[in-house]
């Protein structure tokens, strides 16, 4: 099984198909197609990529692109990692949640791009506030909700939370203080969660060392 992913630094579609995919606990390889190049697209569809963009998964005859169609793959293909709940409701708010991360957020998107290693504070524009306010109510109503069940969105570790991570990213680059937007506790909890997952220190790891 091969991935192809963009550089770990920016590429936040990337790192939601790879972390559900490092979550299978299968073997894979990656291929890496630099960003922020005019070459991109080009290389991209060399690599395999029907759009030229990435990610793209590749499972023998295979080939799935866009992160969210590679993430339901994956959870049909490999059952037993669990990467949706068994639960329906909770699957429900789980696919909701992530669609609504994949589609939506657009301010927060173009104003707070993902940089791993960034630490900054940034003065943010009201739509970029109004993002993070309805982040901040979205995950508190469904910790809320499936507390019980785990520490993630809606129980267990599952695609919701690869939608989310990079968002907990960008938190944490632009010192983005969840208390600001109406979060009492449970949203930053959950993000600190996802930032501690030994998947995505792999993946921080990886990212920071090709900076260096």
Known sequence: MEILIGDKRWSTWSMRSWLALKHTGEAFTETLVRQRRVETRDEARAAGSPNGLV??????????????????YLAERFPAA???????????????????????????RGECPME????????LSEATHADIRRIVAL????????????DFLVGGWSIADAFLTPVATRFRSYGVQLSDYGDRGAAGAY???LLETPEFKTWEKDALAAAA
């Open 139 to 150: 995950v508190s109503d469904l910790r809320a909700r499936h507390a019980s069940a785990g």
């Open 191 to 193: 993000c600190e969660a």
């Open 55 to 72: 990610p793209v998964l590749k499972d023998g005859e295979v080939t799935v692109w866009e992160s969210l169609a590679i993430c339901e």
């Open 82 to 108: 669990k990467l949706w709940p068994d639960d329906a409701v909770a699957r429900a708010h789980g696919r909701a949640a992530a669609s609504e991360m994949h589609a939506g957020f657009p301010s927060l």
């Open 116 to 123: 791993l290693g960034l630490m900054t504070n940034a003065e």
